[in-house]
């Protein structure tokens, strides 16, 4: 069995893997075969939990967080 002895200090949630854009510098291609997504706003409850314990939230990743149309009930 694995204990964890400390929580994280922030917690990354990629609320949208798609992008509006088409940067040739981007690495997100090479990440993202299997299409677009988008993270559900209904699994936000199970992630209140540890987020009242971390020093920051952070709403990003490869994709463009503005193309997720529930961003700001996040």
Do not use: H
């Not at 994280?8 to 949630?13: H, N």
């Not at 940067?23 to 291609?29: D, E, I, N, P």
């Not at 540890?50 to 709403?59: A, E, G, P």
């Amino acid at each position: 069995m694995t204990y964890l002895f400390s929580y994280p200090t922030s917690i990354q949630l990629e609320i949208s893997s798609s992008c509006n854009l088409n940067c040739q510098f981007c690495g997100r291609k090479a990440f993202r075969k299997s299409g677009n997504s988008l993270f559900p706003k209904e699994y936000l409850p199970q992630f209140l939990p540890f987020c009242k314990k971390v020093d920051k939230i952070i709403l990003g990743g490869y994709g463009e967080p503005f193309t997720n149309p529930d961003l700001f009930e996040f």
